[in-house]
């Protein structure tokens, strides 16, 4: 069982630890740099490597946003740990369960790494080894219980006022 989460302490077996960040929120962070804050608690059924999940996510690079899920009204369908998300939220992913709403702060090894990212049109560069903060929901996994009731509800604004 996890024991409780105070600043620096390693969660048993789970290699969490407490992270201290400027603007207050909680934020843990995994051994591999990985910081996150839950906004919202799911009560739905955990993600497994393997499952087809459907999510929405915003991402933002300094005050640029890079990535927004939210303001499509089509789902989007990823495989979990099947390598299509950037490191950091493949990660997160496999500790999220449907109904969680994570901010994340994804360091550049785990986001875009050394190659960055090339610009195209609507989508800014992303330089080596830049740190991405993302918000991300897992809204269902198909197959596995209820799907969360936000296809066409208020999904164009984050809970949060981080983006």
Do not use: C, H
């Not at 960055?116 to 740190?131: K, L």
């Not at 936000?150 to 984050?158: A, N």
């Amino acid at each position: 069982m996890a024991e409780a989460l105070l600043g620096g302490v390693l969660l048993s077996g789970l290699g969490i630890r407490g992270a201290a960040f400027a603007d207050g929120e909680d934020w843990k962070e995994t051994d591999s740099g990985l910081a996150y804050s839950v906004l919202k608690s799911g009560e739905g059924p955990k993600v497994e490597a393997g499952d087809l999940v459907v999510i929405r996510f915003r991402g933002q690079y300094k005050n640029i946003v890079i990535d927004d899920l939210f303001r499509t009204s089509e789902p989007y369908y990823a495989r979990a740990a099947g390598g299509k998300l950037v490191a950091g939220l493949e990660e997160a992913l496999l500790m999220m369960r449907v109904g969680d709403r994570w901010k994340l702060k994804v360091p550049g090894a785990l986001a875009f790494g050394q190659q960055g990212r090339s610009p195209a049109p609507g989508r800014p560069r992303i330089p080596p080894n830049a740190p991405i903060e993302y918000e991300m929901l897992v809204v269902d996994i198909p197959g596995k219980g209820d799907p969360l009731d936000l296809y066409f509800g208020d999904t164009d604004q984050p809970d949060s006022d981080f983006l």
